[in-house]
Each structure stands twice: as C-alpha cells, then as structure tokens.
Nanobody, 116 residues
Framework: QVQLVESGGGLVQPGGSLRLACEAS????????MGWYRQAPGKQRELVAG???????NYADSAKGRFTISRNNTRSTVYLQMNSLKPEDTAVYHC??????????WGQGTQVTVSS
C-alpha cells in the first residue's frame, strides 16, 4: 500500500534552516508529482511547494526564495530545504502525491516549530 513517511522536523530559531524528507513506497515514485503541504493550528492545510515528474517546481508565495523542493527518484524521496525560517512557518508538514493539491494519501507529518 502507499506509504509516505516524513522526517526532519524540529525546533529551530528564527532565521534557521531545516531539511525535510519524505520517503515514499507502494507506488511508482518517478511517475508521480509530489508536494509538501503544511497545517498550522487552527488553519487549513495549504500547499507549500510541488514538484513534477520532470522536476518542474511550484511554490506558495510564502515559500518563494526561502524554500526549495527537490526529489531523488532512486531513493523515492522528496525533500524540502527550508531556509530563513520564520515563526509563521510553524506547522505540521506533510507530503502527498500531487503538486498543487494533495491526494488521497498523506504521511503522518513532521512538526516544524520556529521559535526563539
């Protein structure tokens, strides 16, 4: 079955960096667009960044210039490099199949907390 396992979250100070990873299994990863999404307390889940099968990327305005999404098809893993983190980036980050909106399958998420 489809499994998505996120990792790499944690507590970081404003201005810091984190690299999230999402390891996928149960489907042909190289044929799937992938995306990172986040949900802050009391807010709806939102797209952060997406990547197509050919490596084309898209970002939420809040992520442009600070976050970079990438993928390694050999490892069936999608990454999110997050730099210059702000307190408003605090959320649970999930990956899913789909680069603009998530699909049926979601990982358990990884908590990112940006605080001094």
């Amino acid at each position: 079955q489809v499994q998505l396992v996120e990792s790499g979250g944690g507590l970081v100070q404003p201005g810091g960096s984190l690299r999230l990873a999402c390891e996928a299994s149960g489907f042909i990863f190289r044929l799937a667009d992938m995306g990172w999404y986040r949900q802050a307390p009391g807010k709806q889940r939102e797209l952060v960044a997406g990547i197509s099968t050919d490596g084309s990327t898209n970002y939420a305005d809040s992520a442009k210039g600070r976050f970079t999404i990438s993928r390694n098809n050999t490892r069936s893993t999608v990454y999110l490099q997050m730099n210059s983190l702000k307190p408003e980036d605090t959320a649970v980050y999930h990956c899913s199949i789909g680069r603009f909106r998530g699909g049926v399958y979601w990982g358990q998420g990884t908590q990112v907390t940006v605080s001094s």
